[in-house]
């Protein structure tokens, strides 16, 4: 990369895949902002950085669960003209399901996983639209195709994910904004003991390194959907082919004859 490589603005940045992210960009050439709640962490991460790539690196303390932090990183966003990749990446997951006694849990992972993340991409597509190409990293999960390994919204925080990069990269490809959705199986980050979860109780656990080293070996071939951990791509291809076939048919005047008496 050169001096003039676009600067990535990589949320959830002070540990796990965020910070992994910002440690692969940065040896990329990527001026960097990294965005998380943990001034501290980040800190320390930029410094580290700085000192051993020599890119220049901005930290940006913000909880997305709150209105005025969320409104401070699309400022960003918009305002920044260097700013040339997003990597969505901040997310939670939460112990339990709808059987728990208190749901809060689940409906604070709606604020984050989804609508924080909505809102960040919309300023990042609006801003490189304006600036003539970029690219947006969502980190989803294999759980979007697997909903039932995990109670409660995880799951489904995750598919909605899938599902807005493939809306926008079909919107948003064809004028110069690349979008990638990211599916990592279980990977060995701090997400697990503050879901309450033990990591040591799964198996197949990758570790965060080898899963972000593949995610932008896919970033590099400019897939639309990365799966790191899926041995054989062909398995998403038939997925893929099966889903295209049952498109035409859903436009249909009446009911499916199973359905009518």
Do not use: C
């Amino acid at each position: 990369m050169t001096s003039a490589s676009p600067a990535a603005l990589v949320t959830g940045a002070s540990s796990g895949i965020g910070a992994t992210y910002a440690d692969r960009l940065a040896r990329r050439g990527h001026p960097l902002v990294l965005v998380a709640r943990d001034a501290a962490r980040l800190e320390a991460l930029g410094a580290r950085l700085r000192a051993e790539t020599g890119v220049a690196v901005d930290v940006l303390p913000a909880d997305l669960t709150d209105p005025a932090g969320l409104a401070a990183v699309e400022a960003r966003l918009r305002d920044d003209a260097r700013i040339g990749i997003l990597v969505n990446n901040a997310g939670a997951a939460a112990p339990a399901g709808f059987s728990a006694a208190d749901l809060a849990p689940q409906y604070r992972l709606v604020d984050l996983n989804v609508v924080a993340l909505t809102r960040l991409a919309g300023a990042a597509a609006q801003a490189f639209l304006g600036r003539g190409g970029g690219a947006i990293v969502n980190i989803s999960s294999v759980v979007a195709l697997a909903p039932e390994w995990l109670p409660g919204v995880y799951g489904a925080t995750k598919a909605y994910v899938l599902t807005l990069s493939r809306a926008l990269q079909a919107e948003l490809g064809p004028r110069g904004v690349y979008v990638q959705a990211v599916l990592p199986a279980a990977t060995r980050t701090e997400i697990w003991e503050r879901s309450g979860r033990a990591v040591e109780s799964l198996q197949g656990v990758m570790e965060v390194g080898e899963m972000v080293d593949a995610a932008l070996t896919g970033f590099d071939r400019r897939e639309v959907v990365t799966i790191p951990s899926l041995p054989d791509a062909a398995q998403w291809e038939a997925f893929e082919a099966a889903r295209q076939a049952m498109v035409p048919n859903f436009a249909q005047e009446h009911a499916a004859a199973r359905y009518r008496a």
